[in-house]
């Protein structure tokens, strides 16, 4: 028995019918517009947001330093200024930052140990944190260096009041703080030049220490506010 009944008509989804209705030339025209419509305004702005965000978070670290931290008082190395002078800048050297002044504190070996690499040698750029506790001073116009009491291979989180944790880093043989060069105006550089040649007469052509004052952050990090050449302070 032969079925007459007519067969139904196929639906066609709103998708299948767009996409039979679309050519390739319509394809073209739609891609060339899009490439041809304007960014949007925060595609613009969202580099150039990045770039001023890598350009401030230098001085804003060094904002924030200054504003929490706690002001350290640091001893240097005595230096001639030949050495301590360079160009428009000064070269600071730290007792600290000598493994001779670090290897006598309680924790140096511990850090020496988890920072040593197979053949001995410390890994360049290990992190460490210089326990400095303060030391009273009376009657002196410059003020008495911090005295280092141990090393951390951790930031300590309770510290006593008169104490500090430093953060330095290892780079060849020596501990940097960030403390080691600034850069000076010509008329700084010939008024230190005239300290230290002067305190050096007084003393008999002897090396002067340099007296630097520097804040330390909760984090470690520090950042210099002043110096004392002799009686002479100099602030950054």
Avoid: C
Wanted: aromatic letters at 10%.
């Amino acid at each position: 028995m032969t079925n007459n009944s007519p067969e139904p008509e196929k639906t066609l989804t709103p998708e299948k019918e767009f996409s039979e209705k679309l050519t390739f030339r319509d394809y073209l025209i739609a891609t060339e517009q899009k490439a041809n419509q304007p960014l949007p305004i925060w595609r613009l702005i969202a580099p150039l947001m990045v770039q001023i965000g890598l350009i401030l978070a230098v001085p804003t670290q060094a904002m924030y330093t200054e504003v929490t931290g706690k002001s350290v008082i640091l001893q240097t190395i005595p230096a001639y200024s030949n050495n301590f002078l360079q160009g428009s800048s000064l070269s600071l050297n730290y007792s600290i930052s000598r493994n001779e002044t670090l290897r006598r504190l309680p924790g140096w070996r511990d850090w020496v140990r988890r920072n040593s690499l197979r053949n001995g040698q410390i890994n360049q750029g290990s992190i460490l944190y210089l326990i400095l506790q303060e030391q009273q001073y009376f009657n002196r116009s410059v003020p008495t260096a911090w005295r280092p009491v141990r090393i951390s291979s951790n930031r300590p989180m309770y510290l006593p009041n008169n104490q500090v944790a430093l953060k330095g880093s290892y780079q060849d043989g020596l501990i940097n703080y960030g403390l080691e060069n600034y850069f000076i105006s010509e008329e700084q550089r010939q008024q230190i030049n005239n300290d230290l040649l002067q305190t050096q007469q007084n003393r008999d052509g002897r090396r002067s220490p340099i007296v630097v004052k520097v804040k330390v952050d909760p984090q470690g990090n520090a950042v210099p506010t002043s110096m004392w050449i002799g009686d002479h302070n100099y602030r950054f």
